[in-house]
């Protein structure tokens, strides 16, 4: 029923912004949480940012949690904070010492000030801190009743320097496998003593922790917590149980939940940060069976990005708030956007998790992004001005790197002229919306064509940009955002009739039939797979030359497609080299054994490489204008990379001190000694500058 309310939820965007207003009653009503008062029902729950390396606040902290409060949001609820020292993982927010508490005031502070309410995630991290050797990792088993007692202390003090900093309610963290949820499960927790066993035995260190909390909390300050709604893929808890332990959670004080799912050991962490390929609203049933059967106010949490299907869900009654918290990561303006009627303005989160969860994950990465909003962790420098030169700009293609080129360059003013080779805007990140459960992304693309339009720029579509196009329009500045192309291997039998391409399937420009072997067991591949099957073909044979399939993807989304393979009985062969296509079959060699593979069609789905482009080059070269070349036309990767360095060039070509980077080749630089104190420090320092650098490191295993 919810996927069938998201469809339908897409009103026409032309409605006056007095009847908008009237359409999001619901998201707009006041919410009164002990003496806390919050202007409307939607929350930013909390997420791990990796902006520190030293447990406090810093400006990047401030300038994000501002944007956001600026922007409309009713409610910042900071990251995940540790309260007990030795336990914490350097990466995160602390509050375990008094030292802590000025900062985390400068960040509260600064919140208020611009009209915005904001409370305080506390957690003791059990398993989650082993990015950190230097954390104690705590888990029940090995704990002593000695340091059960610590660390229920630890929670009171931290909860005491929470009000001290002057935050609105305080969050405890009792899901994911962090370490209250750890006791609280049977899958986690095997002690004998009065802290395990029974349900009431393995409830008494949580509540002990939510107890301590609320003494140490004035009476008008709310106080919630974050639980699990059950365990998946483990022994674990019920929703009965979930159900059970939030009544005794009530009992002791706590005002509110915030329903969530997901572990570390299996693959319910795919529910912690939900990929595209979860259903919008997945948690939604279970939350509304817990706030029934609690009668606690309840947060409704999992892809809920789209204002009609929130508005929706609080007017059907499920549950009394909705955590929009991505969608706030992806467009700090999205409140804004909602309440002025601006929805068609929205840069919506597409679920692709590839800068927020994958960028939390990848240490390489300085800390998390956004696909749809380069800005996130930089606001502060990536303000967008008014250019003092305005020029005319020419940008040569239309997918996600050329339009955010486009629109950035619009918003400061230059003139701008898009031209795309084929007949729509969105490039290959609308192929990619077209494979099974990722419309989101399509939908991306499309509305931020109609943003560009809307913005006025001169769209041309089935305009290549050639040399002779340049010497007419005799623009300023280039941009080459041309992409890539598919990658057709130089093997026997490639060009054969029965040999067709992953995206000309995806596209429906090609059908095949019968038996159907995909070399290449990356995501396109794998995606493709699932198409066919979703289609009602015999589930293709999947070969890859590397030893895993997936590894281009993050890992909630590798999840979730480990699934659909196994569900779909789709067969995957690995460490296998294709050496020959013929009519009938594809023959591979694996650990020196001779292999055949009958097919009616192979299906290439092995990479991209660059569009050629040397004509925009060459001409620009003869013409003396400035050329600068981003996304897959620079190198083929993600999309990520892709609307990144768009973003960036659009923001700073024009300037004398930055143009020489992004116009120019980046500098490979190679770091030895980098698991060092000098060498991460340096590696930082270069990945912040991925305009102008490209890093490779060297480390001794």
Known sequence: ??????????????VHTKELTAVFEKIFTPIKIRDLVLDSRVVMTAMGTRFTDNHLVNSKHIAYHVARAKGGCTLNMVEVSGVHDGSDAIMFLSLARDEYVPEMKRLVDAIHEVGGKCGIQLY?????????????????????????????????????????????????HCAHQYLLHSFLSPAFNHRSDEYGGSFENRAKFPLECLEI???????????????????????????????????????????????????????????????????????????SRVRRETGMITIGVGRINDPYFAEKVLEDDLVDMVAMSRAQLADPEFMNKIRDGRINEIDRCCGCNEGCLDGFANLDMPHITCLRNPAVGREAECIITPSDNPRTVLVAGGGMAGMMAARTLRKRGHRVILCEVSNRLGGQFILAGSTPHKLDMKKAALEMGEQIVNLGIDVRLNTPVTAELIRQLKPDAVFNCVGSSPIIPSIPGSSLPNVVESHDIIDGKVKVSG??????????????????VESGLTPPTVLEMGSAVCVDMGSARKYCMMQTIEDSKIACVTDIKVTEISENMVIGEKNGEHLEFPCDYAVFAVGSHSRDSHELKEACSELGIDLITV?????????????????DAALNFDKEEEYKYVSKPKKVVFITGATGTMGQETMKQLLSRNNRFKTRILARP
Not at 130 to 154: K, N, Q, T, W, Y
């Open 631 to 647: 996304g897959d036309a620079k190198e083929a990767r993600r999309a990520l990379e892709a609307t990144r360095e768009a973003f």
């Open 213 to 287: 909390v609320r003494k140490n909390m004035p009476d008008g300050m709310p106080l919630f917590i974050r639980m699990n709604l059950k365990d998946d893929y483990v022994d674990g808890l019920s929703i009965e149980d979930c159900i059970r332990f939030c009544k005794m959670a009530k009992a002791v004080g706590v005002d509110v939940l915030n329903l969530s799912r997901g572990n570390m050991v299996s693959a319910a962490n795919k529910f912690e940060v939900p990929p595209i390929d979860l259903p919008h609203g997945f948690n939604l049933p279970m939350a």
């Open 1 to 14: 029923m919810l996927v069938w309310l998201y469809t339908i939820l897409h009103l026409d965007l032309s």
């Open 124 to 172: 003791q991290g059990g398993l989650g801190v082993c990015f950190d050797s230097d954390a104690a990792m705590l888990v029940p088993d090995a704990m002593s009743l000695e340091d059960i007692h610590e660390v229920r202390i630890a929670f009171g003090e931290a909860a005491r320097r929470a009000v001290e900093a002057g935050f609105d309610l305080i969050e405890v």
């Open 515 to 532: 038996n159907v072997v995909i070399i290449g067991g990356g995501m396109v591949g794998l995606e493709t797979a699932d198409l066919l």
